[in-house]
């Protein structure tokens, strides 16, 4: 014997926002965890800060990562990123005033060169920092 269920409009509403909600937190999450896998394949340095702050560059992608890992927001505004590209002359980068980073959440740096793909809303493409290429040693540090 076969039993059907009947749902009313407002379930099956009910239902379609719920696979909604699921399918956009699996693509979020999916997204993290390629960030998080280029982030870990590629040539790249990892140099921990102090408050943290992680600090990631992607030397294949061409992107440098804030990452506050604390419970708390950290303030950036005044804090410096110094970046060095093999043995050239290092260059800074001072952060606005109002800036925050935010807990769990991360911010990305690129150079003008970068893909389209890397630069989010809310990111910043610094036109100062010159482009590297894959095998380039790249060192960012957050004073």
């Known amino acids: 014997m076969i039993q059907l269920q009947v749902f009313s409009s407002s ?5 379609k926002e719920e696979k909604k909600k699921l399918q956009e937190e699996m693509e979020t999450r999916n997204k993290e965890l390629k960030e998080t896998k280029d ?4 040539s790249s ?3 921990e800060t102090s408050g943290d702050i992680d600090v990631v560059v992607n030397a294949k992608d061409c992107y440098i990562r804030l990452r506050n890992m604390s419970d708390q927001d950290k303030p950036l505004g005044g ?3 110094k970046v060095q590209i093999n043995n050239s002359e290092p260059i800074t980068y001072t952060f606005d005033p109002s800036m925050k980073l935010k807990t769990k959440e991360a911010f990305t740096i690129c150079h003008p ?5 890397y630069v989010l809303s809310g990111d910043l493409v610094w036109e100062d920092l010159k ?3 894959s095998g380039d040693r790249v060192q960012a540090s957050l004073q």
């Open 113 to 117: 060169d970068c893909e389209p793909l």
């Open 39 to 42: 982030e870990n394949s590629s």
């Open 45 to 47: 340095d990892r140099q």
């Open 131 to 133: 482009s590297w290429k």
């Open 79 to 81: 804090r410096q990123l």
């Open 11 to 15: 379930q099956v509403n009910e239902l």
